[in-house]
Antibody
Framework: EVQLVESGGGLVTPGGSLRLSCAASGFTFSSYSMNWVRQAPGKGLEWVSSITSSSSYIYYADSLKGRFTISRDNAKNSLFLQMNSLRVEDTAVYYC??????????????WGQGTLVTVSS | DIQMTQSPSSLSASVGDRVTITCQASQDISNYLNWYQQKPGKAPNLLIYDASNLETGVPSRFSGSGSGTDFVFTISSLQPEDIATYYCQQYDNLPTFGGGTKVEI
């Protein structure tokens, strides 16, 4: 069974940093692209970032303006999101999602339960 | 960015009703369109990929159609467990989601 478990969320002041982790199990992690998707309280889904299986290609939403960095450790079956210069508007539940083998990895076929990031003074 | 416009934003229907949600892309996205279901307090769940392909394990009352800019998601016979918010997502370019449709009974 595919499992994705996010951690690292919490309360941070504006301008601060946070590193999210996603522990994967139940599949060959190194063979799949991975993604972060966020959801602000009471709002819709927003794609944040994607990384291909071997980290060859990395993509970010334009709105992040270089503040976030996605990475992965295939030896440890883990995905990361380093978030710097956090803003109040970054407050959201952050989901880790696996990219399916169909759709060149842009079909998100498994999701974690999410971790809440709250940016507030 | 490709904008995805979903309608309606919410709807109320009865058990057994046919429910239809539309998603319009701001430009041609071929069939690069997925549909997700999100129940309250839960993570999204993939239902339909590439506009019309049913994800494994998803009940056949769910279906999708369309190509280009106009897409339709249908629940043929609404069940109580289908209460959720539904999102479309394009991936012709970097992914973007529609605003969601909240389905209530």
């Amino acid at each position: 069974e595919v499992q994705l478990v996010e951690s690292g969320g919490g309360l941070v002041t504006p301008g601060g940093s946070l590193r999210l982790s996603c522990a994967a199990s139940g599949f060959t992690f190194s063979s799949y692209s991975m993604n972060w998707v966020r959801q602000a309280p009471g709002k819709g889904l927003e794609w944040v970032s994607s990384i291909t299986s071997s980290s060859s290609y990395i993509y970010y939403a334009d709105s992040l303006k270089g503040r976030f960095t996605i990475s992965r450790d295939n030896a440890k079956n883990s995905l990361f999101l380093q978030m710097n210069s956090l803003r109040v508007e970054d407050t959201a539940v952050y989901y880790c999602a696996r990219g399916s083998k169909v759709g060149a990895g842009w079909v998100f076929d498994s999701w974690g339960q999410g971790t809440l990031v709250t940016v507030s003074s | 960015d490709i904008q995805m416009t979903q309608s309606p934003s919410s709807l109320s229907a009865s058990v057994g009703d046919r429910v239809t949600i539309t998603c319009q892309a701001s430009q041609d996205i071929s069939n690069y369109l997925n549909w997700y279901q999100q129940k309250p307090g839960k993570a999204p769940n993939l239902l339909i990929y590439d506009a019309s392909n049913l994800e494994t394990g998803v009940p056949s009352r769910f279906s999708g159609s369309g190509s280009g800019t106009d897409f339709v998601f249908t629940i043929s016979s609404l069940q109580p467990e289908d209460i959720a918010t539904y999102y479309c997502q394009q991936y012709d370019n970097l992914p973007t989601f529609g605003g969601g449709t909240k389905v209530e009974i």
